[in-house]
């Protein structure tokens, strides 16, 4: 769609393109929550302004060059339904930059919102995790806030994707950390190397088969891999929890994500003392075990 001759200004097109995409009635959740946070983002991205300063710029005039950039790149939002960070090619968690492709789900999880506290009150003493496992990585997101986290921990990071695994090296390399996390091609625990961790953490596939066949045309161009839990969304969690304790310390954590799929989860593990964790988003979509809970628990 060609826009109107008349969108001069940034303040125009801001108008312009939340129209756009309230009449098209397009789905968010990655990154933005509404039609009015992606347009303001997707702008001010494009005119390589900055993310957090709209006000001073929305009476500048746009030129011809960044009208035709403009305009492509919002053609694209509503004709293909490409979720803006793919657009990009970045996605943030807080203040971290990672870059993003289609090769990768989109970074977004609760347990990032837990990882800047160190997990305080379950670890009192963030010197002590020496050692921590990433399953699922993906674009290599967690481990990156993992090590910012606990500058004493070595990491791995692990995923099934070759390719997945390709962009967290992208990350893991921007960060400067390639010293401390180790990447490994893994399906969950199969090539995870045989040594006990002080900390486990994992956002794994969960979506169900059912929601699978809802999901907007947004998800549909993530990796199915990355998202696709099984009937139920627990296939993952079911071997995460068979296989972790062999892979834990005494007293290690484990921490794991699963959305929508806490009442599933405690009928599938009714003598498992989940312990959830509460973010700003959600407050019973993490659980956190210890590995000897885990074990009387099974």
């Given at each position: 769609?060609?826009?109107p001759?008349?969108?001069?200004?940034?303040?125009d097109?801001?108008?312009?393109a939340v129209?756009?995409?309230?009449?098209?009635?397009?789905a968010?959740?990655?990154?933005?929550?509404?039609?009015y946070?992606?347009?303001?983002?997707?702008?001010?991205?494009?005119l390589?302004?900055p993310?957090?300063?709209?006000?001073?710029?929305l009476?500048?005039?746009?030129?011809a060059?960044?009208?035709?950039?403009?305009?492509a790149?919002?053609?694209r939002?509503?004709?293909?339904?490409?979720?803006?960070?793919?657009?990009?090619?970045?996605a943030?968690?807080?203040?971290f930059?990672?870059y993003?492709?289609?090769?990768v789900?989109?970074?977004?999880?609760f347990?990032?919102e837990?990882?800047?506290?160190?997990?305080d009150?379950?670890?009192?003493?963030r010197?002590?995790?020496k050692?921590?496992?990433?399953?699922c990585?993906?674009s290599g997101?967690?481990?990156?806030?993992l090590?910012?986290?606990?500058?004493?921990?070595?990491?791995?990071?692990?995923d099934?994707?070759a390719?997945?695994?390709?962009v967290?090296?992208?990350?893991?390399?921007d960060?400067g950390l390639a010293?401390r996390?180790n990447?490994?091609?893994s399906?969950l625990?199969?090539?995870?190397?045989?040594?006990?961790?002080?900390?486990?953490?994992?956002?794994p596939?969960?979506?169900t088969?059912?929601?699978?066949?809802e999901?907007?045309?947004e998800?549909?161009?993530e990796?199915?891999?990355?998202?696709a839990?099984?009937?139920?969304?627990?296939?993952?969690?079911r071997?995460?929890?068979?296989?972790?304790?062999?892979f834990m310390?005494?007293?290690?954590?484990?921490i794991?994500?699963?959305?929508?799929?806490?009442?599933?989860?405690?009928?599938?593990?009714?003598r498992?003392?989940?312990?959830?964790l509460?973010?700003?988003?959600?407050?019973?979509s993490?659980?956190?075990?210890?590995r000897?809970?885990?074990l009387?628990?099974?």
């Amino acid at each position: 769609m060609n826009p109107p001759p008349e969108l001069e200004t940034l303040r125009d097109w801001l108008r312009y393109a939340v129209s756009r995409f309230n009449h098209a009635h397009l789905a968010f959740g990655h990154g933005s929550a509404d039609a009015y946070d992606e347009a303001a983002y997707l702008l001010l991205h494009t005119l390589h302004l900055p993310l957090d300063r709209l006000d001073p710029f929305l009476d500048a005039r746009i030129t011809a060059g960044e009208r035709s950039e403009i305009a492509a790149l919002l053609n694209r939002r509503v004709d293909e339904r490409v979720p803006a960070a793919y657009l990009t090619r970045e996605a943030w968690l807080g203040s971290f930059r990672f870059y993003v492709d289609e090769r990768v789900l989109i970074p977004r999880s609760f347990i990032a919102e837990l990882l800047p506290d160190g997990l305080d009150p379950y670890v009192r003493d963030r010197s002590k995790i020496k050692s921590a496992l990433d399953l699922c990585t993906g674009s290599g997101c967690l481990a990156v806030l993992l090590a910012h986290a606990f500058e004493e921990a070595d990491i791995d990071a692990v995923d099934v994707s070759a390719d997945a695994l390709a962009v967290a090296q992208r990350n893991v390399s921007d960060y400067g950390l390639a010293g401390r996390i180790n990447l490994i091609r893994s399906d969950l625990f199969d090539n995870v190397p045989q040594k006990s961790y002080d900390l486990v953490i994992s956002n794994p596939p969960y979506v169900t088969t059912v929601a699978m066949e809802e999901l907007p045309r947004e998800y549909r161009h993530e990796p199915a891999v990355a998202l696709a839990g099984g009937d139920d969304g627990l296939d993952a969690v079911r071997r995460i929890l068979r296989k972790a304790p062999h892979f834990m310390q005494d007293e290690a954590l484990l921490i794991v994500e699963i959305g929508h799929n806490h009442a599933a989860l405690e009928a599938a593990f009714p003598r498992m003392p989940f312990v959830w964790l509460t973010t700003a988003s959600a407050d019973d979509s993490v659980f956190l075990l210890r590995r000897e809970e885990i074990l009387a628990g099974r």
